[in-house]
């Protein structure tokens, strides 16, 4: 019967090729839009880390207010003893520094590991094994993603070395290619042991005092809550207990945590997942509005094809199939349907998903996201495409087949009103969540243009970006050291300028530090302190609007924004006079000597908040600035400037690149979420938009050809053609009217959802929804325009005549 049913079914779609192809396409745009965000949203939300119980598995962290802290690898020791607590407690540190393998040096993810740490993971090996608990020595694990783009996949590459500075290690294993660490999305490229890196007669010192981020695998029956309990009553004693000698109690708390925060890490580490996660969630959620729009697009066209076959289906029930048969004969045809669309849905997913990984920002670390259409997305397509065929032919399956013959005959093939009322709902049901997509789509456009638009306080153009790290070992870097880098990039083709600082704008999502300034005697103002070089201000072009920029060898000068100039000195000048500054724990006198714009450092969408500048080698020993973390500016423009810049670097031997891109690709970094929002929101409005027409279209053409008798009749008594086109309009414009009342009444309502991802926007204004109705409106007219014309065309003669 199954059989039978899918052959009658296809003879249906074959005879309807036409609208059969276009019910596909729709069906294959929704399915696509849906398993690829599906895709991106199990990658980053809902896939779990592919170890045994990884639901055993959580994460420790000091924590201070909103700070979280890594925990210091003697308390990890200490944690280690808690064998009631726990099965198994790790750490690990990771930083993207110049690994050398195969005879090539380039920026890697290297992570320094407590040896416990794949056994906590309950990770295998690949290729050879682990880290194992008596690991002291330079041994490594590497990635499959490192095995196979930097060893060639080497099917011999236990005994192999790669190199980092001054340390060689030694490959004993490779990790499977599905799972290489704990940060999701990231592979651990090089694991290599804690000890190679601790050095000198105070090595156990200083291995105590390392900061790890930590794992624990849970014992089997005790709960986490249970394990956060504990934690919290013993984090004092486990500060006092690892505290080292001369620190205080209060410091060694304020550089840890004051207490300690313990959640699940069954999901790996992702930086950027809370901030993606109400997005990607609300576009999954737009997504699925648009299949329902599909799908009662397509149940509205097999509606009025199974209306058209109902004497064929009568002769069916006459001949003694049963109802059931004939509603599976019918739902036969839109599983079909479903299948097809979902077939050529998955080349779109994988097309979408590939472009939708650009939109997931990459922080400082050039590495790839494992995202793509996997098993679990094509069982989500499968489930969908199920789901779609059952939600656009049950209901025209139960409705068609509820006639017997001599109602076939009695009707003589025209349409039942009935059915012309239910088109009519589903058209408005098109109609309300078009309305609503098309606003949410409009919302998120304004906000990215708004965002967009929004002050810097300097400009980006033309200004090439490079984050930098002190290469191991800690080379001294003094003022002669910085002085020949910004000679060599500053003669450079096409160069105009060149600065460094400790950060550029736009380098973070999140500017980790604060400090303080204020007047002697007093109030005190929570401001961010940041450290530059001489002509930073001008390479980055921005204004100052007081004063002057630093000159070479200032010790005890600050330069303030105007944020803070106005919360320390109102209207009044600050040119030459002196605040006290602090900055983690120092504190410093300084006199102001200029007075620069607002420099955003971390969102376009952030308000101005008051910061301070320092001299950078003014704060730092050598030792100090050679090791830190700094960014280079330069303004300047020319084919190969980037390469030239990495290889004056490279000549100099103190520094290697992290990244290097130009500060306007920073700035579209910290704008990626309003961007993806913005575009697939807005293609999900056009797809409604252009589904929504169909809709409209057919539900006039459908009105139409109902009543093609009347309209004869009231052509031939002589009735103006333009009022049988009102006759023909009103429908449509009752439809219209009560699909956008209720879209528009959601969208008023998913307002409050979405007013915290707007921007420069009041989510009760209503121009936005007055323009959503407006677009529907026009497209409900184009749409209708070709049938009322063929309806109001009608030689009344010929008609009459055929009925």
């Avoid at 089997?220 to 309990?229: I, K, L, N, S």
Wanted: with cysteine; aromatic share 6%.
């Amino acid at each position: 019967m199954i059989t039978h049913g899918l052959r009658t079914a296809w003879r249906g779609i074959w005879r309807t090729r036409a609208s059969s192809a276009l019910a596909v396409a729709l069906i294959a745009s929704a399915i696509g839009l849906n398993t690829a965000i599906f895709a991106i949203c199990d990658a980053i939300l809902l896939r779990k880390l592919p170890v045994p119980s990884p639901d055993r598995l959580v994460r420790i962290n000091g924590i201070s207010g909103n700070t979280f802290y890594p925990v210091p690898y003697g308390m990890v020791q200490r944690l280690r003893e808690r064998t009631d607590l726990f099965a198994g407690v790790s750490g690990w540190s990771d930083t993207p520094q110049p690994v050398e393998a195969g005879g090539q040096t380039a920026v890697a993810l290297l992570v320094r590991a407590d040896s416990e740490i794949h056994r906590v993971m309950g990770a295998r090996a690949r290729i050879g094994r682990l880290l194992e608990k008596t690991d002291r020595g330079p041994v490594a694990v590497i990635s499959s993603q490192f095995w196979r783009e930097r060893l060639n996949g080497d099917p011999q590459v236990l005994g192999r070395t790669v190199r980092s500075g001054e340390h060689v290690f030694t490959i004993v294993g490779v990790m499977p290619e599905e799972f290489s660490g704990m940060n999701a999305n990231v592979s651990w490229d090089v694991t290599v042991p804690l000890d190679p890196f601790v050095e000198g007669a105070k090595s156990q010192d200083a291995k105590a005092r390392l900061p790890l981020d930590t794992v624990a695998r849970l014992r089997d029956g005790v709960a986490p809550e249970a394990v956060r309990r504990e934690l919290q009553a013993m984090w004092p004693r486990l500060v006092a207990e690892s505290l080292p000698p001369g620190t205080s109690v209060e410091e060694w708390r304020a550089a840890w945590g004051r207490t300690v925060r313990v959640e699940s890490a069954s999901h790996g580490l992702f930086f950027w997942r809370d901030a993606y996660r109400g997005p990607l969630a609300l576009l999954l959620g737009m997504a699925g509005l648009v299949l329902l729009i599909v799908s009662s697009n397509v149940a509205a066209v097999l509606l009025v094809r199974g209306l058209n076959r109902q004497r064929e289906l009568a002769i069916r029930a006459a001949l003694g199939a049963g109802r059931s048969r004939l509603v599976l004969m019918a739902i036969s045809e839109s599983l079909l349907l479903a299948l097809a669309g979902a077939a050529l849905g998955l080349p779109l997913a994988r097309w979408i998903t590939v472009r939708g990984v650009g939109f997931l920002p990459m922080g400082n670390v050039p590495f790839h996201y494992r995202v793509g259409v996997d098993a679990r997305a094509l069982a989500f397509a499968a489930v969908l495409s199920l789901l779609t065929g059952l939600a656009c032919g049950l209901l025209p399956a139960l409705r068609t087949t509820r006639i017997t013959l001599a109602d076939a005959i009695r009707n003589g093939g025209t349409l039942s009103p009935r059915v012309g009322a239910a088109r009519c709902v589903l058209v408005a049901l098109q109609v309300a969540l078009s309305a609503l997509l098309l606003t949410t789509s409009l919302w998120f456009a304004a906000t990215l243009a708004g965002v967009s638009a929004a002050p810097l306080g300097f400009r980006p153009e033309g200004v090439l970006a490079v984050s930098v790290q002190g290469k191991p070992p800690d080379f001294a870097s003094g003022p002669e050291y910085f002085d020949e880098l910004l000679r060599r990039l500053r003669i450079l083709p096409g160069v105009e300028r060149a600065s460094l600082a400790n950060q550029s704008p736009m380098q973070f999502a999140i500017y980790g530090e604060m400090g303080e300034a204020s007047l002697p005697g007093g109030t005190t103002v929570a401001a961010e302190p940041h450290c530059v070089f001489p002509d930073y201000f001008a390479t980055l072009g921005a204004p100052l609007f007081e004063g002057r920029d630093f000159q070479p060898r200032d010790e005890r000068a600050t330069v303030i924004n105007e944020q803070l100039r106005r919360r320390l000195f109102g209207a009044q000048s600050a040119a030459g006079r002196i605040v006290r500054l602090t900055s983690g724990h120092r504190t410093t006198e300084a006199q102001v000597v200029g007075v620069v714009a607002d420099v955003k450092y971390t969102s376009p969408r952030e308000a101005a908040v008051p910061a301070f500048y320092l001299a950078c080698l003014a704060q730092w020993t050598p030792r100090e600035a050679g090791r830190a973390g700094m960014a280079i500016a330069i303004r300047g423009a020319g084919a190969g400037l980037d390469r030239a810049v990495r290889q004056e670097i490279d000549r100099l031997g103190r520094q290697y690149v992290v990244r290097s891109a130009p500060l306007s690709a920073w700035v579209g970094q910290r704008i990626l979420r309003e961007r993806m929002l913005a575009l697939l929101s807005s293609v999900f409005g056009a797809v409604t938009l252009a589904v929504a027409a169909l809709g409209l279209y057919g539900m006039v053409a459908f009105a139409a050809a109902s009543r093609r008798r009347e309209i004869a009749i009231r052509i031939a008594l002589g009735a103006p053609r333009n009022r049988v086109a009102q006759l023909v309009f009103r429908e449509i414009l009752l439809v219209l009217a009560g699909g956008l009342a209720v879209g528009l009444g959601a969208a008023a309502f998913g307002a409050k959802v979405i007013a915290s991802y707007l921007f420069g926007l009041r989510p009760a204004d209503p121009s936005i929804p007055v323009l959503a109705a407006a677009l529907l409106a026009v497209t409900a007219t184009v749409a209708a325009v070709v049938p009322v014309r063929r309806a109001t065309s009608l030689d009344p003669t010929a008609v009459l005549r055929a009925e």
